[in-house]
């Protein structure tokens, strides 16, 4: 049920592809296709790997497409390094090892250490939060690095008289939109994720039959919910896309209603048991000559009680399981459409 996505955003591989050198500096413009090439089978893979993700596969299951990219990326920087400097000018060639050596350390170090927070991410809300900051930290100084290296790229074709001319790069464009999908994704998620883990804590407070943590667990999830519903509001569509929205938000009102309108029913029915077998101990104790008609009024009273709460109980315990498992399949389902359709094969 509890589906992350591990927002491996593009590697800025769509700088060096984006841009084709002109006929007018065909010796320095051969000299730049000739490295930017190598980036071909980097991207490939980088878009499969991505892929994968967002068609519901998990880091660790995929691993092994990142560390296929990780021997792709270092055959490449031993190549590229091997390259000649082009009239005595090896800036380029350089920026270009330097990047391939900044993204083999961050797919090699950072995404290995998410690999990791990912099989605990769901433990609590502050490593589910910390488990995406890594991710979204990862992506930036990949993002800084692409930059850095666009940079080289234009510098290098000035000073060699080249004219860069954009060019259209699917792959890099669906990389770059991924990224961007799976953004908007973490945020719904970490709305959604925040209630959906409170509401855990409570369920196994009430499992454990303990009502104080119940009561407080209970207080924590209502406050929750309303200020994700606040939270989701202030959220827009994604290009017109409310499904996920409208998912999130429906689950938030179901634990918003279940902790303000039906949860009561159950804190109340171990308030009853708990009386319950008090009085029932208390009544049992004496001989039958020995109770009075005050103690069998409030026996069977407290008993009458007690099953009406059973009962209370088991409808409400009924009706709430019912809806919660329809709504985390309808969001499970939400997601992976949204994905699917946001994120091309």
Request: proline residues 1%; neutral net charge.
């Amino acid at each position: 049920m509890k589906r992350t996505v591990l927002a491996l955003i593009m590697m800025a591989v769509a700088a060096l592809m984006s841009f084709i050198p002109a006929d007018n500096a065909p010796n320095a413009g051969a000299y730049m296709g000739s490295i930017n090439i190598e980036f071909e089978d980097i991207q490939k893979e980088m878009w499969d790997y991505t892929r994968a993700v967002a068609h519901n596969k998990s880091a660790r299951k995929i691993d092994k497409r990142r560390t296929s990219l990780l021997s792709t990326i270092a055959s490449a920087q031993k190549r590229i390094a091997r390259t000649k400097a082009f009239e005595g000018d090896v800036s380029y060639r350089n920026a270009v090892v330097d990047y391939l050596t900044m993204n083999y350390n961050i797919l090699n170090q950072d995404y290995a250490k998410i690999v990791d927070l990912e099989a605990i991410a769901e433990q609590s809300y502050d490593m589910m939060e910390a488990y995406l900051m890594a991710q979204e930290a990862a992506s930036t100084k990949m993002k800084e690095a692409g930059e850095k290296l666009d940079n080289a790229q234009k510098s290098f074709a000035k000073e060699h008289d080249i004219t860069l001319t954009e060019g259209t790069d699917k792959r890099g464009e669906k990389l770059e939109e991924a990224g961007k999908v799976f953004n908007y994704y973490n945020k719904v998620y970490l709305i959604f994720f925040k209630s959906f883990i409170q509401e855990s804590f409570m369920l196994e407070a009430q499992n454990a039959a303990n009502l104080n943590e119940m009561e407080q667990n209970k207080g924590a999830l209502n406050e929750y919910a309303n200020q994700g519903i606040k939270d989701l509001a202030a959220l827009p569509a994604y290009k017109g896309d409310k499904s996920l929205k409208l998912s999130c938000h429906a689950l938030l009102k179901f634990y918003a209603d279940e902790t303000s309108k039906h949860y009561g029913k159950i804190t109340n029915f171990y308030l009853k048991k708990e009386r319950f077998e008090q009085i029932q101990k208390s009544f049992e104790a004496k001989s039958e000559k020995k109770r009075t008609q005050a103690d069998v009024d409030q026996y069977n009273n407290a008993l009458k009680e007690y099953n009406a709460a059973i009962e209370a109980y088991n409808s409400t315990n009924e009706l709430l399981n019912k809806e919660r498992s329809e709504l985390l399949d309808r969001w499970n389902k939400t997601v992976k459409k949204f994905t699917s359709t946001h994120v091309s094969r």
